[in-house]
């Protein structure tokens, strides 16, 4: 596979290309070269976008449209995107320094798995539900309908950023809103490519618009945009507090995917070869920078030596090389200041007293790389323990039983995904139910499956997103109410106007 020409990326609002005298360079992480130039959109080009988002969706173009006749053109697209599929994974690799295996499997593969299901879940979503009214004052009857919210606001981040994306645009526009995304300013690529090829297979302009920019500037400006009556945001909880504050001021409806620190619980009678890899690649698929990472391994303080000797063994074959060969296990990291930042908790956590039994360090090579590290004498209070690196770096905390592992295990600020290593499932399946994560995986890790709920508990974020009520979140509930008395109050409402005439508060 050979790199993209430098090429140059325009904005898409309104179904036309928007540029800007100023540009942003793209830069592949894997060597430090500038791969793109993109538009530098802002709060104004955020302006245009809702606008034309918000005619998009007065005119009805979209949304009056039937939902077989969405799911069609949804359909089309996910048809079109992957004959365009190798292009999507260089645009992505390029960008974001994922390597090829990963590109083509979870950043590409999934979205477009997933796009298609929300295609199919716009058929068999219940738009209208019959509400028989049978008790006091039993006066009608009612249904209740779910309607599209409008212009719905979609803030992306850089590690899966057409995935992440599309977990958005997808039930949003499967329910009928139009959409403004704000991908993170590193890697837009993919979603600008990916919207281009909805126009061209049936989705109408203006329905899906693109607006690249920073965060402070056209990222605040659609959050708290009057005209935008949802916001779904994936990226860090300091990011998504941010987001909850401006989101208020019109008291838009918020979804929000934030940070975590996942814990590994491996119990004494896991299979420890399972066990051992299991949690590898809990923590160092995609250089550690998935939110729902396992970053705290939590091992019964018996095997915790025989555990990190075969962690560090396990470890020493992860391959790091040029992100577009296929035998590569493991990339870099996404730039320099998150690649200094990694470094800096590790240098941090050695001064509070862990022990680094494998890496810690950065390639002297091009590029922005960090080596898998392992550290042990971690403590949960401590630093390393406790705040989200987002990078290659996985602490090993001993515990002296189950209890003490639950304990460890929720002592957190977060609480978005975990994982239980055992040979025995009902044992395994009750200590998840003291885990308070949204997901727990029972001897498996990263397992997110677009047909079940994906969220967290805590500061790891608020609604869910995927599973069968993913457009509960991209609608409005409306009770639309028929009166059957035959237009005069009937006996329970004769009692309730008598007190209201004795000055009573019925």
Not at 18 to 26: G, L, N, S
Not at 211 to 227: E, Q, S, Y
Not at 230 to 242: N, P
């Amino acid at each position: 596979m050979t790199s993209v020409a430098l090429q140059h990326h325009s904005m898409l609002i309104g179904g036309r290309d928007v540029d800007t005298e100023r540009h942003r360079e793209i830069v592949d992480p894997s060597n430090g070269d500038t791969v793109a130039t993109v538009a530098h959109g802002n709060a104004g080009h955020v302006d245009d976008a809702v606008a034309a988002a918000r005619a998009t969706f007065e005119s009805g173009v979209w949304r009056h449209r039937t939902p077989q006749e969405r799911a069609a053109v949804m359909r089309r697209i996910v048809a079109a995107a992957n004959d365009a599929a190798e292009e999507l994974v260089e645009l992505e690799l390029s960008a974001n320094g994922a390597t090829v295996r990963q590109a083509t499997g979870f950043h590409i593969g999934y979205a477009l798995a997933h796009f298609s299901y929300f295609a199919d879940l716009a058929e068999t979503y219940a738009w209208q539900r019959p509400a028989p009214i049978t008790s006091f004052p039993a006066l009608g009857q009612a249904v209740v309908h779910r309607e599209p919210i409008g212009v719905v606001g979609a803030i992306a981040p850089w590690n899966f950023p057409l995935l992440l994306t599309l977990w958005k645009v997808g039930p949003a526009l499967a329910a009928g809103n139009s959409v403004v995304v704000k991908p993170d300013e590193h890697t837009p690529l993919s979603i600008l490519a990916f919207a281009r090829i909805a126009e061209a297979n049936g989705l109408p302009p203006g329905v899906l618009n693109v607006v690249t920019g920073d965060g402070p500037d056209a990222g605040a400006r659609l959050a708290g945009h009057p005209d935008v009556g949802k916001i779904a945001f994936t990226g860090s909880t300091a990011v998504g507090r941010e987001i909850m504050r401006l989101a208020a001021g019109t008291v838009k409806q918020v979804t929000l995917e934030l940070g975590g620190k996942g814990p590994s619980i491996v119990l004494d009678d896991a299979d420890l070869d399972l066990a051992v890899d299991g949690v590898l690649y809990g923590c160092f698929v995609y250089s550690g920078q998935i939110c729902e990472s396992g970053t705290r391994a939590l091992v019964p303080a018996l095997l915790h030596d025989e555990f990190v000797s075969r962690l560090v063994a396990r470890a020493t074959t992860i391959t790091m090389g040029p992100t577009r060969d296929w035998d590569t296990d493991m990339g870099p990291v996404i730039n320099g200041r998150q690649q200094s930042r990694i470094l800096d908790h590790i240098r941090a956590a050695v001064a509070e007293g862990a022990v680094v039994a494998l890496g810690g360090e950065a390639l002297d090579q091009p590029g922005f790389w960090v080596t898998p590290t392992i550290l042990t004498g971690v403590r949960n209070a401590m630093r390393i323990a406790r705040e989200e690196v987002f990078g290659p770096v996985l602490v090993v905390i001993p515990y002296a039983d189950e209890d003490e592992a639950a304990a460890i295990a929720n002592d957190s600020e977060y609480g978005l995904a975990a994982s239980i290593w055992s040979s025995d499932n009902t044992r395994a399946l009750e200590l998840a139910e003291r885990i308070a994560c949204g997901s727990v995986w029972i001897n498996d890790a990263h397992q997110i499956n677009c047909q079940v709920p994906f969220g967290g508990y805590k500061q790891s974020g608020l609604g869910r997103e995927l599973g069968p009520d993913a457009l509960d979140a991209y609608t409005e509930t409306k009770t639309v109410h028929l009166d059957l008395s035959g237009g005069r109050p009937p006996k329970p409402y004769d009692i309730l106007l008598s007190h209201a005439d004795d000055g009573e508060n019925p």
